[in-house]
């Protein structure tokens, strides 16, 4: 079964708010969750690494203040677009990594079912 | 519930050696399939397949889509070290709720 979820699956706003979307691992505790947004042709662009009890660490281009993350629990990291404008519309997906290794040892990333962000 | 598996879950082979990565789905509104090769920072998209029976070719890499076994396979001739990664496949179901279900992945490592 699922072992990374995202709440909400998708999002409608309007320009201007700010929406959080989460992550959660089921069946481990993830010290560490990733963040991800789907560009079109597919590609998966890393967003930012997610460290429990501590700051996330965002990929060059990433607006920090834009993107609000915390990672306030082993097992649940949220994403925050803040002020939200048409140009964040995307989809945004998490993977956390299982510490105890799973199949390919420390490599062992499981990913989540991605949220659909809209923004009108 | 939507599952993806993958299989097998880790393979080790030789340079020069052919591979074949398996992937089987069970979603609802199944609109595409998905390869990725994950090495470091974010998986690289491979390869999108939506109509079965047609193979999808990229170097020594190719895929293919069978909607009647809901499944898929993905290809690699003459492996090289540099393809050494985790496969992840991904089946992408529609019809409101745009959703990506992820395989948990092979670990392919490719020996000199």
């Known amino acids: 079964g699922a072992v990374v979820s995202q709440h909400p699956s998708r999002v409608i706003c309007k320009s201007g708010t700010s929406v959080k979307i989460e992550c959660r691992s089921l069946?481990?505790?993830?010290?560490?969750m990733f963040w991800y947004r789907q560009f079109p042709k597919q590609s998966l662009m890393l967003m930012a690494t997610?460290?429990?009890?501590?700051?996330?660490?965002?990929e060059q281009g990433v607006e920090k203040d834009k993107f609000l993350i915390n990672h306030a629990s082993l097992t649940l990291s949220t994403l925050t677009v803040t002020s939200a404008h048409p140009e964040d519309s995307s989809f945004y997906i998490c993977?956390?990594?299982?510490?105890?290794?799973?199949?390919?040892?420390?490599?062992?990333?499981?990913f989540g079912p991605g949220t659909r962000l809209t923004v009108l | 519930e939507d599952k993806v598996v993958q299989s097998p879950l880790s393979l080790v082979v030789h340079e020069g050696d052919t591979v074949t990565l398996n992937c089987s789905y069970e979603?609802?509104?199944?609109?595409?399939l998905l390869w990725y090769k994950q090495e470091k920072k974010a998986p690289t998209f491979l390869f999108m397949l939506?109509?079965?029976?047609i193979e999808k070719k990229s170097g020594r890499l190719s895929s293919i889509l069978d909607k009647k076994e809901l499944s898929s396979i993905l290809n690699i001739t003459a492996t090289q070290t540099g393809d050494s990664a985790i496969y992840l496949c991904?089946?992408?179901?529609?019809?409101?709720?745009?959703?990506?279900?992820f395989g948990k992945g092979t670990k392919l490592s490719v020996i000199p």
């Open positions: 993977s956390a990594r299982d510490p105890a290794g799973g199949p390919f040892s420390t490599d062992t990333q499981y």
């Open positions: 069946d481990f505790q993830a010290t560490t």
């Open positions: 997610s460290n429990e009890g501590s700051k996330a660490t965002y």
């Open positions: 979603v609802t509104n199944f609109r595409s």
């Open positions: 939506t109509s079965s029976g």
């Open positions: 991904a089946a992408h179901s529609g019809a409101g709720s745009y959703q990506l279900t």
